[in-house]
């Protein structure tokens, strides 16, 4: 008899607390629409953003952050589909080179190629293009960087992860 009394109690208290955490709205960015979960106004949870020239991104949100596990798919079609840390999303092409994908609502997208340092900088990531032959080559500023980062020490911060 109990039970019964405490079972209605008790799904009031579930119903209720999780109506207050979270709730689908639609939020408007400067370069992308946000449907899907919102708390304290800002998007957080499950959604997807519809970005103005056509690509999607669809999965985990956090404070207006792309952040979790997710899947983005460019306006050509191209996917890209794993973890996100922060908008950003690194794609392995070997273990020298990797594509990075940078989401924000505000903003917009950026897609670009990473490879690796040499020598001393082998921990660190520099911008890279495919080169007519289809291989992987620093770019001038990702040459610059290298430099730069080179004569600054072994301490300095990376350009990526």
């Known amino acids: 008899m109990k039970i019964l ?20 709205e639609t939020l408007k ?4 629409t946000y449907e899907g979960e919102v708390k ?8 997807i953003f519809t ?10 949100v956090s404070k207006n952050r792309i952040h979790g ?8 079609g191209k996917v890209y589909e794993g973890k ?3 908008g950003t999303f690194y794609l392995k092409i070997d273990k020298k080179t990797r594509d990075v994908v940078r989401i924000k609502p505000k903003t917009g997208f950026e897609i670009y190629s990473e490879i690796r340092g040499t020598k001393n900088m082998s921990t ?12 992987y080559e620093m770019t001038a500023k990702g ?9 600054s020490g072994p301490g300095s911060s990376s350009s990526g992860c």
């Open 5 to 24: 009394k405490l079972l209605p109690i008790t799904l009031f208290i579930l119903f209720s607390s999780l109506t207050s955490i979270t709730h689908a």
């Open 29 to 32: 960015f400067a370069a992308a």
């Open 40 to 47: 304290n106004g800002k998007a957080h949870g499950m959604g």
């Open 51 to 60: 970005f103005s020239e056509g690509s999607t991104y669809e999965g985990k």
């Open 69 to 76: 596990k997710g899947k983005y798919t460019d306006a050509k």
């Open 84 to 86: 996100f840390r922060y």
């Open 124 to 135: 660190k990531w520099f911008e890279a293009a495919k080169n007519s032959s289809g291989t």
């Open 143 to 151: 040459k610059k960087e290298m430099e730069v980062a080179a004569k």
